[in-house]
């Protein structure tokens, strides 16, 4: 079973960066579609990135240009660079399989907060 950790999550002024990890216990390989799950107070849980086992990767328009999402397959790990951090990027921030029909556990995430 596979069993998810986020971490690097902080506090930053905006304009500055973060990288986030998600490290899984198990292989990942087998899951073609990984992705990136922010929840900010009272707003829906929303998919902000993807990538496949091959490296094909899809961003949420508000974050295009800005975030970039990699896949390590051999270490079981995918990360999220987000550059230029907005005030409205602060959420908690999840990864798991895309879409989360069958999903795995979700992990505790990792808090991002951005101020202004």
């Known amino acids: 079973q596979v069993q998810l950790a986020e971490s690097g999550g902080g506090l930053v002024q905006a304009g500055g960066s973060l990288r986030l990890s998600c490290a899984a216990s198990?292989?990942?390989?087998?899951?073609?579609?990984m992705g990136w799950y922010r929840q900010a107070p009272g707003k829906q849980r929303e998919l902000v990135a993807s990538?496949?086992?091959?490296?094909?990767?899809y961003y949420a328009d508000s974050v295009k240009g800005r975030f970039t999402i990699s896949r390590d397959n051999a270490k079981n790990t995918v990360y999220l660079q987000m550059n230029s951090l907005k005030p409205e990027d602060t959420a908690v921030y999840y990864c798991?399989?895309?879409?989360?029909?069958?999903?795995?556990?979700w992990g505790q995430g990792t808090q991002v907060t951005v101020s202004s």
């Open positions: 198990g292989s990942i390989f087998n899951i073609n579609h």
């Open positions: 990538i496949t086992r091959a490296g094909t990767t």
């Open positions: 798991n399989k895309a879409p989360l029909i069958l999903a795995v556990d």
